[in-house]
Structure formats: C-alpha cells, structure tokens
C-alpha cells in the first residue's frame, strides 16, 4: 500500500510540476525548508513569488498527514494537490486546490495570498537557488 501511494504522489508531483512550468514557475520537488519540514514542491516566479504544493495521494494520506500549516509561514500562496477522485470539500478553503494526474494539472481553486517577509523571500530563494545548482550537478557528475 505505502509503495502504491509512493508512485501514485511521484505521478501527481510530475503532473503538478509540468502544470507549474506551464505557469512560469520552477518548481523543485522535495525542497528543505529552514524550519526542517520538506515541501512536497516548492515553485518560484520570475517576480520571486514562493508556491508550496503539499500533494494527496490518497485520503488516508490526507487525514493521517496535518502538518500543512506549519507550511504556510513559508510561501505567498499553498495548494493541496489532489486526483480527481478526491472529495475536494474535504480541502481547507483557507488553502488552494490543484486537481493533477501524472501528465498535467489545473488549479480549481486559488490560494489566498500571504505576501512573505522580504528577508524570508531572500532567504527561500537563496535556498532554492543553491538547492537547485547541487541537483544539477548531481545529475552531470555522479561521482559528486
């Protein structure tokens, strides 16, 4: 079970991550937060905005898992990220909802805007940004 909602999250992230794109974010999966948690995607603008998606691979998922608003402090706008068969009354109205398969996604339901600090904001993208450069550099040198 815990292997079938590992493969159905990594479809719904490749889903939301395309959608992202499509949207003028990078997202980065599996992105480390300073406060220690670990957002399921983590997607910058070109302006800087911060997204935090949590992705819902099942409603056991969802239930067992309430951490989401220790995310909130961290980006201008949160998203559950859900499949279409998702009871979608079921998301908190205080939070986005993208609705996503493994090829692309849609957002039914805007975040609320929280604007982050200006130190904060730094602080992610620099982050991200040094996040990114050591994936890639993975990717081009195993032996790193």
């Known amino acids: 079970m815990l292997a079938q909602q590992m493969n159905s999250a990594s ?3 490749r889903g939301v991550c395309r959608a992202l794109t ?3 974010y990078a997202p980065l999966p599996e992105f480390s937060l300073a406060s220690g948690r ?3 995607i ?3 603008s070109d302006r800087g905005d911060a997204v935090i998606v949590e992705i819902k691979s099942s ?3 969802f239930r067992t898992d ?3 608003p220790e995310y909130q402090p961290w980006c201008d706008r949160f998203y559950f990220a859900v499949s279409e068969t998702f009871p979608r009354e079921l998301v908190p109205e205080e939070c986005g909802l993208i609705i996503a398969d493994s090829w692309n996604a849609v957002i039914v339901r805007d975040s609320p805007v929280r604007a982050l600090a200006p130190a904060r904001r730094k602080a992610l993208i620099l ?3 040094l996040a990114a450069a050591e994936r890639l550099l993975r990717l081009t040198d195993p032996a790193y």
């Open 11 to 13: 479809l719904l992230c």
């Open 22 to 24: 499509d949207l003028g």
């Open 38 to 40: 670990r957002a399921d």
């Open 42 to 44: 983590f997607a910058l």
């Open 59 to 61: 409603l056991e998922d």
């Open 66 to 68: 309430q951490k989401w």
């Open 127 to 129: 982050r991200a940004a």
